[in-house]
């Protein structure tokens, strides 16, 4: 079964830290990888995706892919107030159009 | 990114009746769209996936035959949730995926949702 875990938080951090979001996945077969953003009732927004090993900057965000430790996670530098939301990773496997995402890290950043 | 739209943002209905939510790409052709439920402080829950021109495939323990889905062009997919109980109560959303350039990566872009509430 394709799960992928993330820590429910809340991740407390102050304002202009860096915040880092991590998650894992067990499908070795997973080949693209999504960070989406969402706001309290609202829907997710797509913030990014990697899906060669290393980092990918976008802004302040940075991706970082480890497929042999299949983990991705999400820095957010330079943090704001604004960034205060729920962010849930999204794995997709080569070949199927679905993603399967995870429950999602519950991000604080306070003023 | 590209632009999907909902349609209703909300709606209110009676216990019984049936209810149709739009889902439109506005900006790309959509081959894929999804159709996905979120119960509050819950994680979002794939329902179905609908392709243009077919069928949609439903995911375990979702009822084709109450919640209807359509796509019948690139742009447009419609779900039906037909005789809604109050235990319908949610935010369905909608996503869509493209192929080819620029979206090659399975990439979905989500509806605004549409917040059900059957009394």
Not at chain 2, 2 to 24: D, F, L, N, Y
Not at chain 2, 43 to 71: C, P, R, W
Not at chain 2, 86 to 104: K, L, M
């Amino acid at each position: 079964q394709k799960e992928v875990e993330q820590n429910s938080g809340p991740l407390s951090v102050p304002e202009g830290a860096i915040a880092s979001l991590n998650c894992t996945y067990s499908d070795r077969g997973s080949q693209s990888f999504f960070w989406y953003r969402q706001y309290s009732g609202k829907s997710p927004e797509l913030i990014m995706f990697i899906y060669s090993n290393g980092d990918k900057e976008d802004g302040r965000f940075t991706a970082q892919l480890n497929k042999a430790s299949q983990y991705v996670s999400l820095l957010i530098r330079d943090s704001q107030p604004s960034d205060s939301a729920t962010y849930l990773c999204a794995v997709n496997l080569s070949g199927y159009s679905t993603l399967t995402f995870g429950k999602g890290t519950m991000l604080l950043v306070s003023p | 990114g590209a632009v999907v739209s909902q349609h209703p943002s909300w709606v209110i209905c009676k216990s019984g009746t049936s209810v149709k939510i739009e889902c439109r790409s506005l900006d790309f052709q959509a081959t894929t769209m999804f159709w996905y439920r979120q119960f509050p402080k819950q994680s979002l829950m794939l329902m179905a996936t609908s392709n243009e021109g077919s069928k949609a495939t439903y995911e375990q323990g979702v009822e084709k035959d109450k919640f209807l889905i359509n796509h019948a062009s690139l742009t447009l997919s419609t779900l039906t949730v037909t005789s809604a109980h109050p235990e319908d109560s949610s935010f369905y959303i909608c996503s869509a995926a493209g192929t080819g350039s620029p979206y090659s990566y399975n990439e979905q872009f989500f509806g605004p949702g549409t917040r059900l509430t059957v009394l």
